[in-house]
């Protein structure tokens, strides 16, 4: 069965700094739908967010943000399990830093226990662990995070669900003129230089750090699609009817 990583992000997760229920759901839905054609692997952003609402601290200060984070993952956790609950779908939680990736043994024995959790019909939920790690141990975004989870994995695809429609030829914000790329084969590196400017306050990434892991895929054949997570039409078309409705497909194939 093919393997497709989804990645959704706190921007489209979170609202008024709680969990979006019906957009988690309608993501849950969708997830559910997929299970019968893919391996479903899910990587997931919103513990920092889901902790400001059960203590407000200072997320810009590393002990407030590992504290939110702390207090956040088992909500973000239980909302999830009420949801696939209804579709008596069984979760996992896996929680990663850079070095599991760094580390050949570490590497394999995630590797085992999603391959494990996958041929027993349990859907892995992975965040990055906030908590114990330094820093330096930190990819800094689940866009990153994602990117070398779906290579790891050998998946065929990365799906990252975020707050815009695609990759455009400027800020559509600021222009509106701004021209969606359906496609992209090769990315210039001046794009990978910018500041990431990530809409929500609780969101770590931004633009930039869907290109990269946009580039780290494509430089090892892999594929990403970008698109919009509050509508899910074009996610949903793209890997249920293979239909390229909307987003933008990454691919090192010209």
């Not at 997320?59 to 399990?81: D, E, R, T, V």
């Not at 696939?84 to 995630?110: P, V, W």
Request: net charge negative.
């Amino acid at each position: 069965m093919k393997r497709v990583v989804i990645k959704v992000g706190s921007a489209v997760l979170t609202e008024h700094n709680c969990i979006a229920k019906e957009r988690m759901l309608n993501l849950v839905s969708l997830i559910a739908n997929l299970k019968n054609s893919y391996d479903v692997i899910l990587v997931t952003s919103g513990a920092v967010a889901a902790g400001y609402s059960a203590l407000k601290l200072d997320k810009s200060k590393q002990i407030g943000k590992k504290a939110l984070a702390a207090a956040g993952q088992p909500i973000l956790m239980s909302g999830y399990k009420k949801k696939f609950d209804i579709y008596d779908i069984d979760t996992a939680q896996i929680l990663l830093t850079e070095d599991d990736f760094d580390s050949r043994k570490r590497t394999k024995m995630f590797q085992e226990i999603i391959d494990a959790h996958l041929a027993n019909d349990i859907l892995p939920i992975i965040n990055e662990n906030d908590i114990t790690s330094t820093p330096e141990q930190l990819f800094g975004d689940n866009d990153q995070l994602s990117a070398n989870v779906a290579y790891a994995t050998n998946a065929e695809l990365l799906v990252i669900l975020s707050d815009i429609d695609g990759y455009y030829d400027k800020n559509p914000s600021e222009h509106k003129d701004a021209k969606l790329y359906k496609t992209i084969t090769e990315l210039p590196e001046d794009v990978l230089k910018d500041d990431s400017t990530p809409n929500n306050p609780f969101a770590t990434g931004g633009i930039v750090t869907k290109l990269k892991a946009a580039d780290f895929l494509m430089k090892r054949g892999k594929k990403m699609l970008l698109c919009n997570g509050f509508d899910l039409s074009a996610a949903e078309s793209f890997l249920l009817k293979g239909e390229h409705t909307l987003g933008t497909l990454f691919t090192g194939e010209k």
